[in-house]
C-alpha cells in the first residue's frame, strides 16, 4: 500500500477515504496486556490480522518490549506495522485518588503517547491509529445527553481525558485515525461488572447512590469490533463509545436477576461510599449519558444493545 505525506504532514493510506485495508495487515496494540488489549488480539486474529503487543513486560513472542517513561522500544520487530491501538494507562479505579495516584494516572495515559509520537515516523508501513479515551470527559448534568463537541467538564477524569487525548492529537497530526471515548466496558472477568457482580453473587447486593444515576457501557466484544471497524473503515475524529445508558439501579436489577439473587438490602448511600472510596466514589455515583449517534452514523452496529442481552452471556460465561 502506498503512503504520501498530505499537506498537513500527516502519513495516509494510498486510496484516501476509500481503504482496502489489507486483511493480513500486522497491527499494534500498546498495552494490549490488559482487559480490552486481551480480548481485541484474539478477534483481530480472529479476522486474519497479525497482532503484536507493545508491553514492559514481554513474554511471548508476539509481544514487544518499551519502556515509554525511559524513551526505549524494539524497533526492528515494528517494520510491518500498518495500525497502532494505543491502549496504555494504569487502571482508574484500582486505588484510592491520592495525589500521587492522579499524576500516575495522568502519567501512564500521557507518557505513552507522547513517546509514540516521537517514533511515528520510524514506523514505514504505519498509516492508521486509534487512541483510548474515556467517556467521563463531560460536566454530567443532570437531564443532558453529552455529544462529542461538548466541553471538557471540571472534574478530575475530565482533566485525565483532556491530557490524554492531546497527546493523541499529536499522533493524529502525523497519521490518519480515531479517538474512542469509551464507556464502562462490560466483560466476562474483571473490570466494573465484576465488582458489581461480586456483591450481588453474595445476596448481598443493592444499588449504589439514589439508584437513577445514569451509566454508559459498552460490551467488550462491541468495543473490539468496534476498533478493527474503525481500521477497516479508516474511521476519522472522536466518538464516545457506548452501547447506551443505564441507570445504577437497572443495572442491578438485571445482574440480580440474571443470577437469579434477591436484592433485599438497601441502597449504599452515597456518603457512605464517599467515605470508603474518597474522590473515586466518582466513578460510580457519577450521573452521565452520552449519545453514540455519531458512531452510528458511521455505518457500525452493536451486537449488544441491549442491557440484558449484553449481560446475559458474560454472566453465564464466568
Ligand atoms: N475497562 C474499562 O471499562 C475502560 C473504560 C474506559 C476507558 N478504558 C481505557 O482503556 C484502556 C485499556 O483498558 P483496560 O481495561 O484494558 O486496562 P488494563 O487492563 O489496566 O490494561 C492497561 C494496559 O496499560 C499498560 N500500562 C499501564 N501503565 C503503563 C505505563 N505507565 N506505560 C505504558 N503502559 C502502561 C499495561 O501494559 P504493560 O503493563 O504490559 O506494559 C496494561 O496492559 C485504559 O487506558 C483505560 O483507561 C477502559
Redesign the pocket.
Known sequence: MSEHPTEQGQRHSGTEGNLQVNQAATVLI????????QRLKQLFEKKGYTVLVL???PKANHEVFWD??NGKIDLEKLAAVQCIIN??????GAARWTASRKAALI???V??AVFLASILDKLPALNYYIG????NCYAAEPGVVYHESAPYGPDFLSTVVQAWEKAHQEILKQVKGSVLR????LTPQG??LAAMKRPIAMGIGSAIGSGEQMSPWIHIDDLCELMIFSFEKQLEGTYNALAANNSNSDLTKTIAQLLHKPLWAPKVPAFALKLLLGERAFLVLTNLKASNQKLIQTGFSFKYPDLKQALKPLLTKS
Open positions: 500498546a498495552g494490549g496486556t490488559g482487559l480490552i488489549g508491553t514492559r513486560r515509554p517513561s491502549l496504555c494507562g494504569e487502571n482508574i502519567k501512564s495515559r507518557e505513552p483510548a479515551s474515556g467517556v469509551i464507556a464502562m466496558v473490570g466494573a
